[in-house]
Nanobody, 124 residues
Framework: QVQLVESGGGLVQAGGSLRLSCAAS????????MGWFRQFPGKEREFVAAISAGGGTIYYADSVKGRFTISRDNAKNTVYLDMNSLKPEDTAVYYC?????????????????WGQGTQVTVSS
């Protein structure tokens, strides 16, 4: 069993930055793909970014490419999402995800574990 606990969400003005963190329990964190999704009110959860077990392969949604950076520290069992140049349309609940398959295949259906979600609100 794996538990994922997110932190770092909050309220920020447009153009600002936030760093989300996701701490994972369990000894096999370093063998899993990790990712971030977000969910807008009334919408389905959508992919944001994913990183391979060793950190060498990364994928981003087009909507965040160049503004968001995913990274991981396997020694700390933690994955991060650095969000810069935030826009009001980035306002959503952000979820950490753990999957068994390569990062380019990370989807809602292929995610094994989810965090509880953290709210990010960007004011205009």
């Amino acid at each position: 069993q794996v538990q994922l606990v997110e932190s770092g969400g909050g309220l920020v003005q447009a153009g600002g930055s936030l760093r989300l963190s996701c701490a994972a329990s369990g000894r096999t964190f370093s063998t899993y793909t990790m990712g971030w999704f977000r969910q807008f009110p009334g919408k389905e959860r959508e992919f944001v970014a994913a990183i391979s077990a060793g950190g060498g392969t990364i994928y981003y949604a087009d909507s965040v490419k160049g503004r968001f950076t995913i990274s991981r520290d396997n020694a700390k069992n933690t994955v991060y999402l650095d969000m810069n140049s935030l826009k009001p349309e980035d306002t959503a609940v952000y979820y950490c995800a753990l999957g068994s398959y390569p990062p380019h295949t990370l989807r809602v259906a292929t995610t094994n574990y989810w965090g509880q979600g953290t709210q990010v609100t960007v004011s205009s």
